[in-house]
């Protein structure tokens, strides 16, 4: 399979200390495309969400053997499965009803046990140990919440590590951990090796957090995966944007991160769209914002 010339900048990406990758469905839900346009910026990486319109905890037996031929043909490695668990209301304290993105999948906390099975199934079938989790959806005091997620988020970690496998839980401004330190203070409670975190500057902005110096200072040491999304002020409400055009402050954060010897994986995930909604363009152009950023830290 071929993409055409159009599709790719003349942007490479030269050798950089961490596992550089990007969310799949964010360029196509064709894993096809998607691996292609990786090789065509040389990224060894990549994190799994959806196949070809489902969410990889929906997708086939023959689906999911699919993904690994495309993965071994493209020689991709699979850094991170972000999996829906935790992403549902916590049965002691529904959250308030409102729009929320579930990225195809619909579950409850009965399906949990379940969800952790089949996670665990998916680690050892792609060959990476970190599975992406959340903290329930957010509910009005999360402080009350705050001691029924961090049991629920023991006993998976107590799973995760019978399964030798790592959960990383994704702070989300909709979920209960939404920022860095929030993030850090739930980590640190639970205290194993097999929850760990996944830090996201972006997602903690939305609620008021700096990125760098306040979030990283948080989250530094914690976390074994990053993803990478940046947003801005619009008419009062934040929207997504290219990355390096909004308030993440990535330069900064790709410095600490590089100072401290972080060795990690990190993922584009920009949510950003432009406005023809191009889904494989918008992650074109983040992407070679970022190599851009990425280069500019490394002279």
């Known amino acids: 399979m071929s993409l055409p010339a159009w599709v790719f900048g003349q942007n490479r990406n030269p050798k950089f200390p961490w596992k550089l990758g990007v969310v799949t469905d964010e360029i196509s839900q064709d894993l096809?495309?998607?691996?292609?346009?990786?090789?065509?910026?040389?990224?060894?990486?990549c994190e799994l969400r959806e196949l070809w319109g489902k969410n990889i905890m929906n997708a086939s037996p023959e689906e999911l053997e699919r993904a690994k031929k495309l993965l071994r043909k493209y020689a991709v490695r699979v850094s991170n499965i972000a999996l829906p668990i935790f992403k549902y209301d916590l049965p002691e304290m529904p959250a308030p009803a409102s729009q929320r993105d579930v990225f195809r999948a619909q579950f409850t906390d009965h399906d949990t046990e379940r969800l952790l099975e089949k996670a665990a199934q998916l680690s050892h079938f792609?060959?990476?140990?970190?599975?992406?989790?959340?903290?329930?959806?957010?509910v009005e005091d999360p402080e009350k919440a705050y001691p029924f997620v961090r049991d629920r988020l023991a006993r998976a970690a107590e799973v995760a590590r019978r399964n030798a496998m790592v959960l990383v839980l994704e702070n989300e401004h909709t979920c209960n951990v939404g920022t860095g330190r929030e993030l850090?203070?739930?980590?640190?409670?639970?205290?194993?090796?097999?929850?760990?975190?996944?830090?996201?500057?972006?997602?903690?902005?939305?609620?008021?957090?700096?990125p760098y110096p306040d979030g990283y200072q948080a989250v530094r040491g914690l976390f074994d995966h990053m993803h990478v999304k940046d947003l801005l002020k619009d008419s009062g409400k934040w929207a997504w944007a290219p990355v390096g055009q909004g308030v993440?402050?990535?330069?900064?954060?790709?410095?600490a991160l590089a100072r401290d010897g972080y060795s990690g994986s990190i993922s584009l995930e920009t949510h950003y769209r432009r406005a023809d909604g191009n889904r494989l363009e918008s992650t074109r152009e983040s992407l070679e914002s970022l190599l851009k950023i990425l280069r500019e830290t490394a002279a």
């Open 32 to 45: 096809e495309w998607a691996l292609e346009f990786l090789r065509n910026y040389s990224l060894q990486y």
């Open 248 to 255: 993440a402050n990535f330069p900064a954060v790709f410095k």
């Open 126 to 138: 792609f060959n990476t140990p970190l599975v992406r989790i959340f903290s329930y959806w957010r």
């Open 184 to 210: 850090a203070r739930m980590l640190k409670a639970v205290n194993s090796p097999h929850l760990r975190g996944v830090w996201d500057p972006g997602n903690a902005a939305t609620m008021g957090e700096a």
